[in-house]
T-cell receptor
Framework: ETGVTQSPTHLIKTRGQQVTLRCSSQSGHNTVSWYQQALGQGPQFIFQYYREEENGRGNFPPRFSGLQFPNYSSELNVNALELDDSALYLC??????????????FGPGTRLTVT | GEDVEQSLFLSVREGDSSVINCTYTDSSSTYLYWYKQEPGAGLQLLTYIFSNMDMKQDQRLTVLLNKKDKHLSLRIADTQTGDSAIYFCAEGTQGNLIFGKGTKLSVKP
C-alpha cells in the first residue's frame, strides 16, 4: 500500500506567476483534500475533490482551482501568485467524499515560496 | 464560525506524561483528530475519536472527549524525546478538517 505523495517538494515562484502542485492519493482512497499551512499556523482547508468534482471549498479566492483525475490523483493550481501564497501546501486522501469516514492521511507537502 | 483552540507550548521531562488540551466550537463535529507534525514534514495521523465516544486508548496515547464542554485532550504516557513535535487538534464534519494552531511539545532529557 502506497501513501500519499506530492510533487514537487519545494518550489520558488515570482509574484504574478502561476503554479501547479500535484498529489497522488493513498491506494484505495477516492477523495483528495487540499490545505494551506502558513508558517506557525494550522492547516486551512482549500477544497476537496470527489469523483472528479469539487466537493466543498474553504475561504479561498477563485484563483485557487483544482482537478481530480480518474485515478484519483489531483492537481492544485494557483494563478496570479501573491506573496501571501507562500506556504506549505498539503494534500490529504480519504474515502467517501463529503461523508466523514474518520481517516484522512496527509502527504509530505509542497513548500511554495513566492518572491 | 467554527474554531479550534489549543495552548501553544508544553514542556515535559522524558518519562513523564504529557497532556495536550483542545477546545472546539462546532457541536456537530463527527470526528475529532490528533495529528503530529515534525519539523519540515507533513501531518501524521495519530488517532481520532468518534463524537459519541468518551475515551479512546491506543498504546501510549489516550484521547478524552468531553462533548458537553467541547473539550478534547491527548495524553501521551512515558513521553520520549522522539515525541517532540507540534500536535494539532482538528474537528471534522463534512470531510474538511478545521485545525487549531498547534501545540509545540518539548521533551527534556
Amino acid at each position: 500500500e502506497t501513501g500519499v505523495t506530492q510533487s514537487p517538494t519545494h518550489l520558488i515562484k515570482t509574484r504574478g506567476q502561476q503554479v501547479t502542485l500535484r498529489c497522488s492519493s493513498q491506494s484505495g482512497h477516492n477523495t483528495v483534500s487540499w490545505y494551506q499551512q502558513a508558517l506557525g499556523q494550522g492547516p486551512q482547508f482549500i477544497f476537496q475533490y470527489y469523483r472528479e468534482e469539487e466537493n466543498g471549498r474553504g475561504n479561498f479566492p477563485p484563483r485557487f482551482s483544482g482537478l481530480q483525475f480518474p485515478n484519483y490523483s489531483s492537481e492544485l493550481n494557483v494563478n496570479a501568485l501573491e506573496l501571501d501564497d507562500s506556504a506549505l501546501y498539503l494534500c490529504a486522501s480519504s474515502l467517501g467524499g463529503g461523508q466523514p469516514r474518520g481517516e484522512q492521511y496527509f502527504g509530505p507537502g509542497t513548500r511554495l515560496t513566492v518572491t | 464560525g467554527e474554531d479550534v483552540e489549543q495552548s501553544l507550548f508544553l514542556s515535559v521531562r522524558e518519562g513523564d506524561s504529557s497532556v495536550i488540551n483542545c477546545t472546539y466550537t462546532d457541536s456537530s463535529s463527527t470526528y475529532l483528530y490528533w495529528y503530529k507534525q515534525e519539523p519540515g514534514a507533513g501531518l501524521q495521523l495519530l488517532t481520532y475519536i468518534f463524537s459519541n465516544m468518551d475515551m479512546k486508548q491506543d498504546q501510549r496515547l489516550t484521547v478524552l472527549l468531553n462533548k458537553k464542554d467541547k473539550h478534547l485532550s491527548l495524553r501521551i504516557a512515558d513521553t520520549q524525546t522522539g515525541d517532540s513535535a507540534i500536535y494539532f487538534c482538528a474537528e471534522g464534519t463534512q470531510g474538511n478538517l478545521i485545525f487549531g494552531k498547534g501545540t509545540k511539545l518539548s521533551v527534556k532529557p
